[in-house]
């Protein structure tokens, strides 16, 4: 591959002795109800599972303390992952680089541990799950094709060919197409997944990588490592629609749940562009760690994770603000995406 390519109440008390034992009954009232309901500080409500590529390990971050709670072993150099719909697993693609491991590695999100391992083709990066749950598509990008897993038999059912050096791979919220970017044909591959066929293949930037579809599925975003883009497709008619300007190589892309804002990580500049999507515009730039290569953003859309490859960080940006609310240490040695589950 080119040396160009890429590679998470305080209480104000006036009234004296009488009211501050008041409210501190409150507060202890208030907690008690929070435990109740699961919601006491500190508490999971979403785990971030970040696979870390030379550490051939995933770090697990509890988003509620914004600290790794785990280090999980998978296979050689993992670069990406994704969250099964139901919550209860993470595939990682474990690349091997220069090594033959080709796999996937199959994490039980209760137990976090490696329950299952399987092969796939060349070079894995980009992983996805249908919005059923049944097949988890895997881009393997030295194979220039895509793997098909049956999810409950944890074994590749077909294998479909795509363009060159494919890396990323993105469903439409229906189920009924996938979407992967071709790094060196400089386009996208549009697969049917009824039929397992690519039915269109749209043109775009220089360097397609990372991508995602807007909940709605009328668009998707694409980044363009070396033109310092986005395109823009429309999935009604497979054609760019519109080529939006961001930092430099960017090379993933996140939308919020509400459809309304895309989070892009530009590796080379140390930022992440926050485009609206009503208007094609960036609307902030948000400054991270040192070569931000992925992102994820909670389910209830409240914030956006980031990992900074060089600085074994991750980024924790709130969306409302759009600035840095935390920086998450203790990261394993080349973090290079985010995949965020709920925790059980």
């Not at 999980?72 to 033959?100: D, H, K, M, R």
């Not at 796999?103 to 070079?123: C, E, H, K, M, Q």
């Amino acid at each position: 591959m080119s040396a160009n390519r890429p590679q998470v109440c305080n209480y104000k008390i006036r009234n004296g002795n009488g009211m501050r034992r008041w409210l501190w009954s409150l507060r202890g009232l208030a907690l008690l109800l929070l435990g109740t309901l699961g919601c006491v500080p500190g508490e999971a409500q979403f785990l971030a599972y970040v696979p870390t590529h030379k550490s051939n390990s995933v770090s697990v971050i509890n988003t509620s303390t914004n600290s790794v709670i785990d280090v999980i072993p998978v296979g050689v150099q993992p670069l990406s992952g994704a969250v099964s719909p139901n919550g209860q697993e993470v595939y990682i693609t474990n690349s091997g680089w220069f090594l033959p491991n080709n796999d996937v590695s199959v994490i039980d999100t209760l137990t976090n541990t490696v329950v299952a391992t399987i092969p796939v083709g060349r070079f894995p990066i980009g992983v996805a799950f249908t919005p059923d749950g049944a097949f988890a598509y895997v881009v393997n990008s030295g194979s220039n094709n895509v793997s098909v897993i049956d999810t409950s038999h944890r074994g590749t059912l077909a294998t479909i060919n795509v363009g060159a050096s494919p890396w990323g791979i993105a469903f439409t919220p229906n189920g009924a197409f996938a979407y992967v970017t071709n790094q060196s044909s400089n386009n996208v591959s549009v697969i049917d997944t009824a039929t397992k066929n690519v039915v269109a293949t749209v043109p775009v930037g220089n360097n397609p990588v990372g991508l995602a579809i807007t909940p709605n599925g009328a668009f998707a975003y694409v980044a363009n490592y070396l033109s310092n883009s986005i395109s823009v497709i429309s999935t009604a008619t497979n054609t760019v629609v519109n080529t939006i300007t961001v930092g430099t190589t960017p090379i993933a892309v996140a939308v919020t749940p509400n459809g309304t804002f895309a989070y892009v990580p530009n590796d080379g500049s140390n930022s992440v562009s926050v485009i609206n999507t009503a208007t094609n515009a960036v609307v902030a730039t948000v400054a991270v760690g040192t070569n931000p290569r992925g992102v994820a953003i909670t389910p209830d859309g409240i914030f956006a994770y980031v990992s900074n490859r060089i600085s074994n960080t991750v980024s924790v940006i709130n969306t409302a603000t759009n600035t840095v609310i935390a920086t998450v240490t203790g990261v394993a040695v080349f973090p290079e995406a985010v995949a965020i589950a709920p925790a059980r």
